[in-house]
């Protein structure tokens, strides 16, 4: 069946409360530059599939909330599965896994998403 879609994923976005405060974790954690548009959602210079980080204002409920993923729906790769964990330690990232099955482990940002980090 011919489809009119892309068999690719363009961007990824993931939910934050605080644009300013998501923009700097993710730099610091994963060495990017990240731009702020609009005020409410920020661009990060990816390699590959992007990702933007956003407050979603549009998919807030009654209360203004938006759910973190509660599972890890976004991976980011690494080389050195072990340095990775240890610098995530080091940085004070919350751990939710130690190295499972020596190629990969969980965290959460401070919106307290979930992601995997895998080698």
Partial sequence: MNSPL????NTVF?????IEKAKHWYEKILGVEGEIMHGHL???DMV?????????????????NISP??????QFG????????????????ELVT???HGHFFV???????MLMVCQ
């Fill in 78 to 93: 690494t080389n050195d599965i072990q340095k990775s964990y240890q610098f995530m330690k080091d940085n004070g990232v």
């Fill in 48 to 64: 590959g599939t992007g990702v933007i980080l956003d407050e979603m204002p549009l998919w807030r409920n009654e209360e203004g």
């Fill in 107 to 113: 965290i959460k940002d401070p919106d307290g998403n």
């Fill in 42 to 44: 920020c661009v990060l």
């Fill in 6 to 9: 892309k068999n690719k994923i």
């Fill in 98 to 100: 130690g190295i499972e």
């Fill in 69 to 74: 993923y509660q599972v890890p729906s976004v």
């Fill in 14 to 18: 993931i939910p934050v409360n605080n």
